[in-house]
């Protein structure tokens, strides 16, 4: 479902962290990338194995993050995925499921890597997410030793 008016859109947009303190010139160059799409519980919105085609922001609802069947990350409002097979050109590393209904914010491959070039902040505020579940990982690893 796409919505209708731009400014409802920057108000959206101006509550998710990732794209928090961007200027409104910013955010309406990201809007014009995002489109809004809902799904429901069970929808599977990334597949483990496939290439990636989108990065998707969760705006409401929650996902859990697979891989190899096990349940390795839940997500919820204000996450996002999908980013990492965009960047890498690699398969997906994990099967995202929505684990209710949810409402998303996708972006396209080359709008993705296009607001990655633009966007001032946004690469940094990914790559420390990128850390934190590179950390999270590890932590989990070291806890089955
Ligand atoms: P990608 O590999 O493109 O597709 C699957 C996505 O799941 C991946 O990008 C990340 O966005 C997400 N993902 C993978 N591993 C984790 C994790 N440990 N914690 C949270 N999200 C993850």
């Known amino acids: 479902m796409l919505l209708r008016r731009l400014p409802d859109r ?13 200027s409104r010139r ?3 160059l990201i809007v014009r990338e ?13 597949r483990q194995g496939a290439l990636g085609r989108e990065f998707l922001l969760i705006v409401d609802g929650s996902a859990r993050v697979e891989r190899d069947g096990k349940v390795i990350a839940r997500l919820g409002a204000g996450d ?4 990492m097979s965009l960047i890498d050109k690699k398969p997906q590393s ?5 684990e209710t209904a949810i409402d ?5 491959a080359r709008s993705f890597r296009n ?3 633009t966007v001032p902040g946004l690469q940094k505020k990914i790559l420390i997410t990128l850390c934190e579940r590179l950390r999270g990982a590890d932590a989990a690893l070291g806890s089955r030793n």
């Open 10 to 22: 920057i108000d959206l947009l101006k509550k998710v962290p990732l794209f928090s303190g961007l």
């Open 26 to 28: 910013h955010l309406g």
């Open 34 to 46: 995002t489109e809004r799409v809902n799904a429901d519980r069970g929808k599977v919105l990334a």
């Open 80 to 83: 996002f995925f999908g980013e």
């Open 94 to 98: 994990a099967t995202v499921t929505a």
């Open 104 to 108: 998303l914010l996708v972006v396209d």
């Open 115 to 117: 607001l990655l070039d």
